[in-house]
């Protein structure tokens, strides 16, 4: 400090003393100078005393989320206790101005979707684009795992198997169960048992003689794919099941199906004649009304047999009977009918009424 009075400077303590006060803290002061010796009377001089904010502490700022408050950066100062929102302390601010307020979620819908039987659904949701957050509720106030909206598929529903392919010799047949989607699946039908039946178990023939094997009974898709002699100098046959002896001894007849079974008979060639073995009728006793007819039916074995089948009535004014067997009541009484095929013999007693 410099006291000058009429151009001359003057010397502190020799003559003025200097008095101040309230001039330790930040503010308004006052300093008196007070005169010594010729020097007489007090100048009193108020001044201010600022802060230079030589102690400043930092406080990083932080983003406000959706749901929590962020504040700005700023600078505080300790010996003026001031907040600044510069280092250099030029920009005074609160310590209210600094905070950021929560700015709250950005909800997004996703609606509701259906599970299926393959696909996951799910329940109505909002996500938040901010902080990616999941919520059960448009106000965003019930937060939930996206998992939590998941809806299992529900699997296949099947209903019950339902034959889609049958079964044949050749292949296998299959069942079929669906589920309401669409999707299916399936299980194997086993394939039909190979099956055949033959009008004769084994043949006898004469040399030349002829006899037609008929077939039956196959599993469905099955067929004949061929017939085959064991010796054609013994037997032939043709693909439609004619067998032809040729000479005296016996072969085998081999049917192939074409499922790959076999049956095989026996053919059994003689020079003479195939006489009747056995004989069978219908009938041993019948009971006619008069006007009333009835065939008589026949069996006789071998079925190659070359001695033919002949009918005879005892009493023909009774009853008739034709060369095939049809029987005619013609009055009451009794007749007897005899059966014939070589030496064997069968008879059938009719009664008419």
């Known amino acids: 400090m410099k006291v000058v009075c009429n151009g001359k400077v003057l010397v502190k303590d020799t003559d003025y003393r200097v008095i101040y006060k309230d001039n330790q803290d930040i503010g308004t002061a006052e300093v008196t100078i007070h005169g010594i010796g010729e020097y007489i009377g007090n100048i009193t001089i108020r001044f201010q005393i600022y802060c230079g904010h030589n102690n400043m502490l930092h406080t990083e700022g932080k983003k406000a989320t959706c749901t929590e408050a962020g504040k700005a950066e700023y600078w505080y100062c300790s010996v003026c206790e001031k907040y600044f929102s510069d280092e250099a302390g030029t920009k005074e601010t ?31 949701y909002w996500t938040c684009n901010i902080c990616g957050k999941y919520f059960s509720d448009e106000a965003g106030t019930n937060e939930i795992r996206l998992a939590d909206t998941v ?9 019950e198997y339902q034959l889609t392919k049958e079964a044949t010799a050749l292949e296998e047949g299959v069942r079929t169960a669906y589920c309401s989607c669409g999707a299916y699946v399936t299980v194997a039908v086993p394939a039909l048992t190979p099956s055949i039946k033959l009008n004769v178990s084994s043949l006898r023939l004469r040399v030349k003689q002829k006899y037609t094997v008929k077939v039956t009974g196959l599993a469905k898709g099955d067929s004949v794919v061929s017939w085959s002699t064991g010796n054609k100098k013994i037997a032939r046959v043709s693909q439609k099941g004619v067998v032809t002896g040729k000479a005296r001894e016996n072969t085998i007849i081999t049917i192939r199906l074409a499922s790959g079974y076999t049956k095989k008979i026996r053919v ?11 004989l069978k009728i219908s009938n041993t ?15 006789v074995a071998p079925v ?23 029987i005619y009541a013609k009055k009451k009484g009794k007749a007897r009918i005899t059966v014939r095929s070589g030496k064997k013999r069968r008879v059938c007693v009719v009664t008419v009424k």
């Open 285 to 299: 006793r019948l009971t006619l009304k008069k006007g009333r007819s009835y065939t008589l039916r026949t069996t």
């Open 268 to 278: 059994y060639v003689q020079k003479g004649l195939v006489k009747t073995t056995a």
């Open 304 to 326: 190659t047999s070359q001695e033919k089948v002949t009918f005879k009535s005892s009493n023909s004014k009774v009853v008739s009977v034709n060369a095939k067997g049809k």
């Open 151 to 159: 809806i299992p598929a529900t699997g296949h529903h099947y209903g």
């Open 94 to 124: 609160t310590l209210a101005d600094t905070v950021l307020p929560a700015i709250g979620h950005q909800l997004n819908k996703t609606d509701s979707k259906a599970a299926t039987c393959t696909e996951a659904g799910n329940t109505e």
